[in-house]
């Protein structure tokens, strides 16, 4: 006996991992995690179904008697075709998030597009070669999608499987569909939908549902293998990135307010903004998940980050050396010159710039003096990053950043981005995905339990 459980898996692009949590102080209990190989390969739905299973035997038994639900995140826009009756029957795919029908079946994709492009409205986040949409419909203009024939985002398969595999229903949640057309502001599929092909893609896509809604018990047998209670439940999941922000703000007190960001400082910078409004710029990236009611989270990633210290030749060593002794307005000057921007992409946000090129000169004698700058060029473009999505109607102002990825635990670098800000930074205490989308297993009340 003890308190009940939650568990969280989240399929990543190295491998997938599981997070148990405890119900009442969301505490970690458990932590396991498999990584993809050459031969099981992040993009096979068996490799994916055997890693539940993997991270499952991890579990202490003891810990599986009180598991209460089970929700799961995938990366986003990765989906297939299943057969409607079976669901772990695959037809077609997984074409995974980073699989471009616009380079890797081009004629069946610009079919696809041109039809796309006459009914989606201007600018639509299914517009792009990666979109979940735009792999529906590229599979339809390879071959006609069958009436036996329906859509699964990675997670949705992988939670079907959960509920028990052949007859379970697919279920999907606004996270997972919104880059396969879903209107997350009437929260039903779009009419111009409905009017594709006959009705056929319409027909394809599934049930959905609010993140963290509870979408039916384990399946028995998955139950009995396990050693999981035939009473745990099975919750609606999310994407990755939406995982990582709960996951992010969640552990560092931000508990979902608005004004509540995450900045993560990896190769790339990228915001995430959690707004009473929704909030799209196409141009510029920006575009906003649906979380609760009248809540939204809004992204905008930048290609500056932290890629640009390695490309000079910063170690994480020297990083962290460097910094040790600056202050919050150590390199200010240099701040305003530089735009750290790693190799030739350009610039998306917060200005969008295609030809953007990086400033990274005057190139001081010392090299502190050189990071400093780089620090608070970086902070710079954050801060203008947030400013822009407040400009674009995020409300109400920002309140507090958390801090996910490798700068986050550069302290003299939070106390610059803070200044900045004129708001409190913080590291975010636990950014694991597999951790946030546990948290949102938990989004629905548990039941009393029976001991
Ligand atoms: P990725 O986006 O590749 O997953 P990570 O979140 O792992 O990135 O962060 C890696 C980046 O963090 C590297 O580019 C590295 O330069 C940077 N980094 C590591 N330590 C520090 C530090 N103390 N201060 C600033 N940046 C750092």
Redesign the pocket.
């Known amino acids: 006996s003890g308190p009940q459980l939650s568990i969280g898996f989240d399929y990543g692009t190295s491998g997938a991992r599981a997070v148990v949590i405890d119900s009442a102080t969301k505490t970690v209990q458990h932590v396991a995690d498999v990584k993809w190989t050459a031969e099981e390969g992040y993009d096979s739905p068996q490799a994916w179904l055997s890693a539940a299973a993997a991270l499952l035997d991890d579990v202490p038994a003891a810990a599986k008697a009180r598991m209460a639900r089970i929700c799961v995140s995938g990366t986003s826009a990765s989906c297939l075709l299943v057969e409607r009756s079976d669901p772990l029957a695959v037809t077609r795919g997984p074409a995974m998030y980073n699989y471009n029908t616009l380079r890797e079946s081009p004629a069946a994709a610009a079919a696809a597009a041109a039809a796309l492009e006459r009914v989606a409205p201007p600018l639509h986040t299914t517009l792009s070669g990666t979109s979940a949409l735009m792999k529906l419909l590229t599979w339809h203009a390879e071959a006609p999608l069958g009436a036996h024939e329906a859509l699964a985002h990675q997670a949705d398969y992988v939670s079907a499987y959960m509920r028990g595999g052949a007859g379970a229903e697919i279920v999907t949640d606004w996270n997972n569909a919104l880059k396969t057309g879903f209107d997350v502001e009437q929260l039903r599929w779009p009419d111009w939908l409905r009017g594709l092909h006959g009705g056929a893609a319409a027909a394809a896509v599934p049930r959905v549902v609010r993140p963290g809604a509870v979408t039916g018990a384990v399946g028995a047998a998955f139950a009995r293998r396990h050693g999981l209670p035939p009473r745990c439940e099975v919750a609606a999941g999310t994407t990755d990135s939406i995982a990582a922000f709960l996951a992010a703000d969640g552990s560092s007190g931000g508990g979902g307010g608005a004004g509540h960001a995450v900045t993560?400082?990896?190769?790339?910078l990228a915001l995430k903004l959690l707004s009473a409004t929704r909030v799209e710029d196409a141009s510029r990236g920006v575009y906003s998940h649906r979380l609760g009611d009248g809540m939204w989270l809004v992204g905008g990633a930048s290609n500056t980050?932290?890629?640009v210290?390695?490309q000079l030749g910063?170690s994480?060593a020297e990083?962290?050396e460097l910094?040790a002794d600056m202050s919050e307005s150590t390199g200010e000057e240099l701040g305003e010159v530089y735009y750290p921007l790693a190799g030739q992409q350009g610039e998306r946000f917060p200005f969008n710039d295609p030809d953007m090129k990086a400033i990274l000169e005057p190139v001081p004698a010392s090299r502190g003096e050189y990071l400093a700058g780089l620090?608070q060029s970086l902070a710079r473009v954050e801060a203008e990053g947030y400013a822009l999505l407040h400009e674009l109607g995020a409300l109400p102002a920002l309140a507090a950043v958390a801090t996910?990825?490798?700068?986050a635990?550069?302290g003299a670098?939070s106390a610059m981005r803070a200044r900045r800000l004129g708001v409190p930074v913080t590291a975010a205490r636990n950014g694991d995905a597999a951790y946030g989308v546990a948290l949102l297993g938990l989004a629905q009340p548990l039941p009393v339990a029976q001991q």
């Open positions: 993560s400082l990896g190769s790339t980050g932290c890629a210290f390695r910063f994480d990083l962290a910094s620090l996910a990825g490798g700068g635990n550069n670098w």
